[in-house]
């Protein structure tokens, strides 16, 4: 018996026909959804000619002072805090999970204390602490939020996966005399960070997202310079700005995803070892793999 037997017991050919029904029911509903949001924003006039403000706006402005907001102002005040964050999280929260898988108490205990604290309090209200208590500009309250919120995430991300991993790993480390930070941080956390990725990219479109928040603290970013420009054009341009910056936010929520599965199927590749067959000498035995040289009672005299 296979293991993927042991776990589910294969499909008959009537659970096969009701999956098929359940697919094709599930995709008619979200089909009808699709068009029902269609028509319902069609008889809105959101297919209007109020489309034409990106190629064709009005006011004596041309379509590149529009792209150009939304691109270079908007989209790259967006990914800044993100790439500015990002390497400070992982820095971050890979000392926190380090601590906090330390055998002593005492290290333990501080570390357990600021990642359940620091994942309880909301992303806004570290950036308006940054804002007013501490008197930052925008970028550097937003990258505050950010980081503060996500290190402690990503901690938890990380001491999972460690806690994930077999017990002989810490063992065998321990045995070929590598310390315990050294074990961790060469043994246990790349395995870590290996199976628990897709949980990491995750998080990290949930940080994307939370940049959006700045735009309550006056940062520019993207939903910022959309503002701007619906409010400089008109009421009737909202909807195009918002449709547009969310197709800003799905593609690139989508770059990240198709690069975590690159990651994961390089590591793969990567942690794929190649066994040679030992050579097959004439009148020897194999055992696991290795030729031992076959002996009879007249070679032991």
């Known amino acids: 018996m296979s293991a993927q037997q042991v776990l589910y017991d294969k499909p008959g050919p009537k659970a096969i026909f009701r999956d098929k029904i359940y697919n094709v029911v599930f995709t008619l509903a979200f089909l009808a959804l699709i068009a029902w949001i269609i028509y319902t924003a069609n008889q809105r006039g959101v297919f209007n000619d109020r489309w034409s403000v990106l190629w064709d706006p009005p006011r004596n402005q041309t379509a590149w002072d529009v792209w150009s907001s939304l691109l270079i102002t908007g ?27 330390s055998t002593k108490w005492w290290a333990r205990v501080p570390a357990r204390v600021v990642t359940e604290v620091f994942r309880g309090i909301p992303v806004l209200l570290v950036m308006y602490f940054g804002v007013i208590a501490l008197e930052m500009k925008p970028l550097h309250a937003v990258v505050l939020g950010l980081v503060v919120y996500n290190m402690a995430v990503v ?10 991993l077999p017990n002989g790993q810490r063992e065998a480390g321990l045995s070929i005399g590598l310390t315990p930070l050294q074990t961790t941080m060469q043994i246990q956390l790349p395995q870590a960070v290996r199976i628990m990725l897709p949980a990491l990219v995750s998080q990290a479109v949930v940080l994307l997202k939370d940049s959006a928040l700045g735009f309550v603290i006056a940062y520019t970013e993207l939903l910022t310079t959309g503002r701007r420009n619906y409010n400089y054009f008109g009421e009737e341009s909202k909807v195009v700005f918002i449709l547009v910056i969310a197709a800003m936010y799905i593609g690139i929520n989508m770059l990240v995803s198709r690069l975590a599965h690159w990651l994961e199927r390089r590591l793969g590749s990567r942690s794929k070892v190649v066994v040679a067959e030992a050579p097959k000498v004439p009148g020897a035995l194999t055992a696991g793999g290795v030729g031992l040289e076959a002996r009879t009672p007249d070679d032991r005299r």
């Not at 989209?75 to 890979?94: R, S, Y």
């Not at 901690?155 to 994930?164: Q, S, T």
């Open 75 to 101: 989209l790259w005040g967006t990914l800044k805090p993100v790439l500015i964050a990002i390497p400070i999280v992982m820095v971050l929260a890979t000392v926190i999970t380090v601590v906090r898988t």
């Open 155 to 164: 901690a938890e991300i990380l001491r999972a996966g460690i806690a994930a």
